[in-house]
Every structure is written in structure tokens, then in C-alpha cells.
């Protein structure tokens, strides 16, 4: 059970392939490892290690992750598109062992119990997952309120306030929240409480280290020289699946290379491998549909244009359905003091190796205090118009528990100050809408070539009607922030709209002398702001100007009938072809109201659990 970074000769053949060791895989590879033995398990990570790796395990270091140098993260840029200003989206994706859940923000979000009844697919809804969600007390180590009947409490995976709070600035955005309608929740992530917010529980021990599914399921079994109870399961990083060898209709193998990222003074050899049982793609809603289209299965001109042959199995779905949630990010001058945002650590301002030799507690936070669920109310929903009300009386009104966008503030500039900003404390809400009606697509452009370029969309905001969520959502999260006292000074300038100075919209920038009026209770007494038609229109143009990822990209091998542009059956096999399952959130037939790590773990859960019964294995 070795973590190699090349496959010694005498591997010539397995039981099963995990293709990819991000979020899901991870999981799969140990429970089937798990469940028997003898069976031998190989997964094959194009990363590196994610082991012992302090800007993995210390949650506050979580932003070298999206440094264009980093070598954790896989970037996929999308072509111009033009309902977004003309730009190119750049959208990151976990590039390491363990995938997102080594490089994320941590936040510990579920899916609402429409999300998963909303697939429509046996096993899988939300009633039918709640024991993977919860994995009989193994998913997770749950240190919160809540009911355990719904969260685990004995498992790997941890789950907890952390160890660090800013308590100030969290206080007073539920309190503000409250002023709007919007309550406090024990438990927003029961699957069915909504419209409201609570206080964040992350993947962060009470500790303070990150939680992820490398060091929570795969490591403890590797670092155990003597082999254990788990002999036969080999973890290959630094390589990467190209494509799944097929006899027939049958899978057999994989051919995969050495990542070119970590060789690049040694020349990259293709090797192949064979397999006796299962081959199982879990690199994601990109890599995933990018190896079945390589491998010959998917829409057969998309992969004659790209001079694949031969043409496995025509699957049009393939690459089709991607989506993701449309982020934006609007900052704030604060009054907050300097442990109370990520300002100094992200600027440079503090010794991070005197904080790593003290393990300093700041170093277990992710500075996200607080997590929402918000719904608009019937006169907000009218005042985007009758094709937005239209719309949402269709999609949301009669479904309580469907939210229209998520908030996460965030207690820092979320990147470099730019020359004209004065360096300080930052105040950052980040929110973004969920259930979007725009669909991307992504697929390969050259058979023989792994490192051509994709040809990706986003299409975000190619439909009007997400553009409409924004508007909304841009309003409410600037009425919360004025209503937070002893924190706000006013919109910091370049991230918000550029209202006209005559606007009743019209940015506040001033300094920190700036202070609102409070009752005797300490609520803000402020009104709230009366926009224009023209402010809306700004509003608009900033959006589709700026808008981007959220990281929560999926479904681009979707769960449901090959008629309906589906990939895989609800036992997560490909239709039509033999030993050959995906198992990540590529799967995703639909959109989720939550961050999406929670659901990958659950997909890598049920997936397990599947695999295990078709292999004749005991199922824990």
C-alpha cells in the first residue's frame, strides 16, 4: 500500500482503477479497499502529495491556492464570451491528492433535500442519502448543533467551528441579517431549513487543521509500513489518466503518463495498466468527461473533429450540462481591528513563519464566520420584472425550500491591494446565486494531444434571468453590511458598481470616522436605498463585467437516461459500456443550493456503497 510517484514494472494489472484522487475518489479507494483486502485498488492522481503540506493543513493559507503559480489547482479557460463582457473565464479546479477538498475555503454547506430530489434517480434521493451524508456516523465528526439523525459523529471527516472566531463582526451580521428577515438557524444544513443564516461550521478540526479526504481516508492506511488490513491499495501521484483502454464495449485498462508539471527534466512516458474489475473516473467535472471523450465515448462529431478513433459509444452528453455558481464579491471599509480580518497574513504585513513556529490560532481560521440561504420577498421578486416573477413563481415561490442565493462574508480583501488602496482591514461578502438556468460545455480539441487546449464555456449569464438574481442579491448584501455598526466605513471603490454621484446609490467612502447611528439596542437606524431603473442598469453592466467562479463547477456526465442527454445510469455506469463507472460531481444532473465539497463526499459515499454490492463485497 505505497503512495508512489512511479509504478514499479511488476504492476502490471489491478482490480480496480480510481482514475483521479480528488474529493470522491479518495473516498471510494478507501472504503473499497476497506471492504476487502484482497481486493487491490490503484488510484492515479495527477498531483502531487498533498501530505504534511502546511498551506493544505493550515485553513488561513488556503489563498496560495489561487495564485497562478500554484501547482494544487488545474485552471480551464473558457472561450470569450460575449454576455460577459467578451472576457475568458478562468476556472479552477483541485489539482492535488484530494482534490478541492485540499484547496478550498472549507465551508460546510449541504444540499436541501429539493436538490436531491430533484435528480430524479433511484437511490438517490434525499431521504435515500441521508445515511451517506451521515455515513452511519462516518462521514463526519460533527461539532455543532444540530439533530444526529442527520449529521455523523464518529467519522473521519471533521467538521466544527474551528478553533477561531472573529465574534464581532459574525455578531453583527446576524443580528443585521435579522433586521432584514432573515433569522439566525441552529442548523441550516439540516436539508430543510432555509431563508436565514447561522453561524459556519467548516471542514477544520476544533483544532484548527483542515479536514480533507486525502488525510481523513487515504493517508492513515499508507503510512502504515507493515501493510496492515490494507496490503493491496497502491495510490500513484503525479500521473495522469489519458484515456480507458476498451475490448468492445468493455473497459480494460487505462493508459496514463507522467504529469509533464513534475518532469519536466525527465522525458514523459505512456504506460498502461490493466484491470481485472472496474475502472472508475473520478477527475471531476472537467477531467472526467475530457478522459471518456479521449477514450472515444461521447458525441460522435464532437470527437471525429477532435480525430478520435475509434468511436466507442455515442453518448451526446457527454462535456454538456457544466455548471457552476455565478460569484460576486463586494468589499467594505471596516473599522475591525487587525485579528479580526485575514488583511495582515494575505498583505504580508505579519512574520507567517513566527506564526507557523507558534501555531498561532489565526492560523485555523478561514475567515468566513457566517453562511446564508436567502430567498427574496414577494415585492423584490416583482421589482425585477414580470419575466423574472414569471420565472420564479415557476421555480421557487411554491418550493420553500429552494433558496435563490447563498452569502458568505469574508473578513479580508480577498487578493493584492491594488496602488491607490490604503492597506487596513477589509470586509468582503461574497455571494452567489444558485440553480442557474445558463449551461456551459467543455470537450477535448485534439485526441493525441492531452495538453491541447479545451474548448470550454461557461455560458454564465447567458440567460437574463441570472443576471436578474444579481441585482437582487447586490442589493440585499450592501443593506446587511450598512446595518453592521461598529464595522462598516462605507464601499470600498472598484468593487462596487460605479453608481452616478447624484444617486441615492451612491457609493459611501468614507474614512473611518465614518459612524452609523444606532438605536439603543445598537441596530443601525439606516433606510433602505431606493435604486433607479439607471442604477439598475449599472448594476447589470458590473455583473456581467465581472462576475465569475465560484469553484463549484459540475455536471458535465450527468445522471439520467441517455435520451435525455444523461452519461452515466443511477448506478453511476456509463450507459452501454461495461466495467466503467464515474464517480465524482461530474455526475450532478442538476444544481445544488450549498458549497459543493459535502455533496462530492456524499457522491464518493453512495458511489462506494454501489461498487461494493456490484463487486460482491461486504457493504459497511
Excluded at 482534490?99 to 478550498?104: A, D, F, Q, Y
Aim: with cysteine; charged share 20%; hydrophobic share 40%.
Amino acid at each position: 500500500m505505497p503512495l508512489y510517484t512511479q509504478l514499479p514494472d511488476e504492476i502490471e494489472k489491478v482490480d480496480v482503477i480510481v482514475a483521479g484522487g480528488g474529493t470522491a475518489g479518495c473516498i471510494v479507494a478507501a472504503r473499497l479497499s476497506e471492504a476487502d483486502p484482497a481486493l487491490s485498488v490503484l488510484v492515479i492522481e495527477g498531483g502531487r502529495n498533498n501530505a504534511d503540506d502546511p498551506s493544505i493543513a493550515h485553513p488561513l493559507l488556503f489563498m496560495a491556492h489561487l495564485a497562478p503559480t500554484s501547482d494544487t489547482t488545474l485552471l480551464y479557460t473558457g472561450r470569450a464570451e460575449p454576455q460577459i463582457g467578451g472576457r475568458k473565464l478562468t476556472v479552477p479546479a483541485g489539482g492535488i491528492l484530494g482534490g478541492g477538498s485540499s484547496v478550498n475555503m472549507m465551508q460546510y454547506t449541504r444540499a436541501q433535500r429539493h436538490d436531491w430530489d430533484s435528480w430524479k434517480a433511484e437511490g438517490w434521493s434525499a431521504d435515500e442519502m441521508i445515511p451517506y451524508l451521515k455515513k452511519a456516523s462516518w462521514l463526519e465528526t460533527y461539532v455543532g448543533p444540530g439533530r444526529t439523525d442527520i449529521h455523523g459523529d464518529k467519522g473521519p471527516i471533521a467538521v466544527s467551528e474551528g478553533n477561531y472566531v472573529a465574534k464581532r463582526s459574525q455578531d453583527e451580521f446576524i443580528k443585521a441579517a435579522a433586521q432584514l428577515g432573515y433569522p439566525e438557524h441552529v442548523d441550516l444544513q439540516d436539508l430543510d431549513s432555509n431563508n436565514g443564516v447561522q453561524r459556519a461550521r467548516r471542514f477544520v478540526s476544533a483544532e484548527g487543521l483542515r479536514s480533507d479526504t486525502a488525510h481523513a481516508y487515504l493517508h492513515p492506511k499508507l503510512k502504515d509500513e507493515s501493510g496492515g488490513n490494507n496490503p493491496n491499495l497502491h495510490v500513484l501521484v503525479q500521473s495522469q489518466v489519458t484515456r480507458v483502454l476498451f475490448e468492445g464495449q468493455k473497459a480494460v485498462g487505462v493508459e496514463y503518463r507522467g504529469n509533464p508539471k513534475f518532469q519536466q527534466n525527465t522525458p514523459v512516458q505512456v504506460r498502461s495498466i490493466r484491470v481485472e474489475k472496474m475502472v472508475i473516473l473520478s477527475a471531476g467535472t472537467f477531467g472526467t468527461p475530457l478522459i471518456l471523450e479521449r477514450s472515444g465515448v461521447g458525441d460522435a462529431a464532437i470527437l471525429d473533429a477532435a480525430q478520435v478513433a475509434p468511436l466507442v459509444a455515442h453518448i451526446p452528453g457527454v462535456g454538456r450540462n457544466y455548471q457552476d455558481h455565478h460569484l460576486m464579491t463586494y468589499t467594505y471599509k471596516t473599522a475591525l481591528d487587525p485579528d479580526e480580518t485575514a488583511d495582515a497574513v494575505i498583505a504580508g504585513r505579519v512574520d507567517m513563519g513566527e506564526l507557523l513556529r507558534t501555531n498561532a490560532p489565526i492560523l485555523g481560521w478561514n475567515a468566513q464566520d457566517v453562511t446564508c440561504k436567502l430567498r427574496p420577498s414577494d415585492a423584490e421578486v416583482a421589482a425585477l420584472g414580470p419575466e423574472f416573477q414569471a420565472a420564479y413563481e415557476r421555480d421557487f415561490k411554491h418550493n420553500e425550500n429552494k433558496p435563490l442565493a447563498m452569502m458568505a462574508p469574508a473578513n479580508a480583501f480577498p487578493g493584492p491591494l491594488t496602488p491607490d488602496m490604503t492597506p487596513g482591514q477589509y470586509y468582503t461578502v461574497s455571494a452567489f446565486t444558485v440553480y442557474p438556468y445558463s449551461r456551459g460545455d467543455v470537450h477535448i480539441t485534439h485526441a493525441a494531444d492531452p495538453d491541447a487546449p479545451v474548448d470550454f464555456a461557461t455560458d454564465f449569464l447567458a440567460d437574463p434571468l441570472d443576471v436578474q438574481k444579481h441585482v437582487w442579491v447586490y442589493k440585499k448584501q450592501r443593506e446587511i453590511a450598512r446595518r453592521m455598526p461598529s464595522m462598516y466605513r462605507g464601499e470600498l471603490p472598484g468593487t462596487h458598481p460605479p453608481f452616478a454621484a447624484d444617486s441615492a446609490a451612491a457609493l459611501l467612502t468614507g474614512d473611518e470616522s465614518t459612524v452609523l447611528p444606532t438605536d439603543n439596542d445598537g441596530r443601525a437606524v439606516v433606510a433602505d436605498i431606493v435604486y433607479t431603473p439607471e442604477d439598475d442598469a449599472v448594476i447589470e453592466r458590473w455583473v456581467r463585467d465581472r462576475v465569475g467562479t465560484t469553484w463549484h463547477s459540475l455536471g458535465t456526465c450527468a445522471m439520467r437516461p441517455l435520451e435525455r442527454g444523461g452519461v452515466v445510469d443511477s448506478r453511476l455506469g456509463v450507459h452501454g459500456l461495461g466495467r466503467l463507472k464515474v464517480a465524482d460531481l461530474s455526475i450532478a444532473p442538476e444544481n445544488v443550493a450549498a458549497n459543493t465539497a459535502n455533496t462530492a463526499m456524499a457522491i464518493g459515499e453512495r458511489a462506494a456503497d454501489i461498487f461494493i454490492q456490484e463487486l460482491g463485497l461486504r457493504s459497511l
